[in-house]
Nanobody, 127 residues
């Protein structure tokens, strides 16, 4: 199994940037599909972004397209989420997720498809 640890969250003013990191241990991360999800108080967990195990495919929620960028570094066993032009509505607990050897047709934006999760890192953008 793989263990995931997120970092990089914090409080940032609207329009600012943050870079989240998710470090994996226990397995080679390049064999996993990786996703970022978030959950705001009183709301359901929602998809943010994802990247394929080889890094050749990425996907984004409409709400973050053009502002967020997902990337991975296989040498560091880490996936990143660069978040620019942050808005108050981006305030949430951000989770990293992973799925080992995803099958063809893997649906990246469905949380139930992932079987490893980190503990989350808080992002707060005051209004």
């Amino acid at each position: 199994q793989v263990q995931l640890v997120e970092s990089g969250g914090g409080l940032v003013q609207a329009g600012g940037s943050l870079r989240l990191s998710c470090a994996a241990s226990g397995r080679t991360f390049s064999t996993f599909a990786k996703g970022w999800f978030r959950q705001a108080p009183g709301k359901e967990r929602e998809f943010v972004a994802a990247i394929s195990r080889g890094g050749g495919y990425s996907a984004y929620a409409d709400s973050v397209k053009g502002r967020f960028t997902v990337s991975s570094d296989s040498a560091k066993n880490t996936v990143f989420l660069q978040m620019n032009s942050l808005k108050p509505e981006d305030t949430a607990l951000y989770y990293c997720a992973a799925k080992l050897d995803p099958a063809y047709g893997f649906t990246y934006d469905r949380a139930f498809n992932y079987n490893a999760w980190g503990q989350g890192t808080q992002v707060t953008v005051p209004s």
